[in-house]
């Protein structure tokens, strides 16, 4: 098991570290027209696009992600979301719009791992039928 989580993390940083670049790049370009929140705002919605189509297969190995496996990662990169929507004020109040976000994504890098595994685990497991529940 815990081969399969080391596997796991290091896959998840693999592409965490990919959609982490692509969108920390649109955040900065964004930064051009918009304030850091609809800017940060905007890059969750490519990740959360990135996260439900490559995450539970290519990350978790999951063979056949189950709809609700897709809606439960891309729900926690929305609670993940607003997590960061939140911590961004202060950050960037200590550290500027450039550079405060870098915590934030630490922050929510984390808390997507550890949910999405729970999630993960959850949505594929095996449903009995109710004939067989006591």
């Known amino acids: 098991m815990s081969g399969q989580i080391g596997g796991q993390a290091i896959r998840f940083l693999a592409a965490g570290i990919g959609n982490t670049l692509l969108t920390l790049l649109l955040y900065q370009v964004l930064l051009l027209a918009l304030p850091p929140r609809p800017a940060y705002a905007l890059t969750w919605i490519a990740g959360i696009v990135l996260v439900a189509l490559l995450y539970p297969s290519r990350v978790f190995g999951v063979a056949r992600p189950r709809p609700a496996t897709r809606v439960g ?3 926690v990169y929305v609670v993940s979301f607003l997590l960061g929507l939140f911590a961004l004020p202060p950050a960037t109040y200590l550290l500027g719009a450039r550079l ?3 915590p934030v994504i630490v922050l ?3 808390f997507n791992f550890i949910a999405m595994r ?3 685990g959850w949505t594929q497991r095996e449903s009995r039928p109710f004939s ?3």
Do not use: A
Request: glycine fraction near 6%; avoid cysteine; proline fraction near 0%.
């Open 108 to 110: 929510t890098t984390v």
């Open 132 to 134: 067989q529940i006591r």
């Open 118 to 120: 729970i999630v993960i």
């Open 73 to 75: 990662v891309s729900l």
């Open 100 to 102: 405060g976000v870098l």
